[in-house]
């Protein structure tokens, strides 16, 4: 079952959230935001009080960032068509390759990245091992994805993750782009 939504209310439910985004066993402190800026090809990380420092520069187009639970930083390359894994220490390596645009990134509770491949039209699915499937496809330049806010709450528990659904903003032509939101529920793939 299909559901499309307003990017009101899906900026509404995530905002009403009260969870931390990055999770407390990374050795980034809890409430630091990190950014990807494409043009300068940079990961900037921003401290609670403001404070800017860069996480990482020389990227091909970072687009999106997700952590994942153990604390490693995932960066949506999208000039490299690829998926950059960072370590809780700093290190990085190439966690898939081979893309076509990819930008929105999304952990679920039990450690699948879903992968917003923009010029593909298409949301990926990778297991924490890697291997990688399609979630869904026929999408218009998908660009971001979210968990529900239900998702979240139960991701900490395994079991009710399976249970999660996805959300991958659309944008649509002519400009300026029509953002939608469309609900995939598992028995809906």
């Not at 960032?65 to 960072?86: K, T, Y």
């Not at 971001?144 to 959300?167: E, K």
């Amino acid at each position: 079952m299909k559901k499309t939504t307003t990017l009101l209310h899906l900026l509404l439910s995530a905002a009403a959230l009260a969870v931390p985004l990055v999770p407390m066993s990374t050795g980034a402190a809890t409430g630091d935001l990190y950014v990807a800026d494409q043009t300068p090809g940079t990961i900037f990380k921003f401290a609670p009080d403001g404070t800017q420092s860069t996480f990482a520069s020389a990227l091909g187009a970072p687009a999106g960032v997700a952590f994942d639970s153990r604390g490693n930083l995932f960066v949506a390359e999208s000039g490299n068509n690829s998926i950059s894994e960072f370590t809780p220490a700093g290190i990085q390596s190439t966690f898939a390759s081979g893309l076509n645009g990819p930008t929105g990134l999304a952990f679920d509770g039990s450690g699948n990245l879903f992968v917003a491949d923009n010029l593909s039209g298409t949301i990926f699915k990778f297991t924490p091992d890697g291997t990688k499937s399609t979630f869904a496809s026929g999408l218009n330049n998908p660009q971001g994805l979210a968990l529900t806010a239900r998702a979240i709450s139960l991701r900490r528990t395994a079991a009710a993750a399976r249970s999660s659904n996805l959300l991958p903003t659309e944008s649509r032509a002519p400009s300026p782009p029509v953002l939608l939101c469309r609900a995939f529920s598992p028995s809906s793939r």
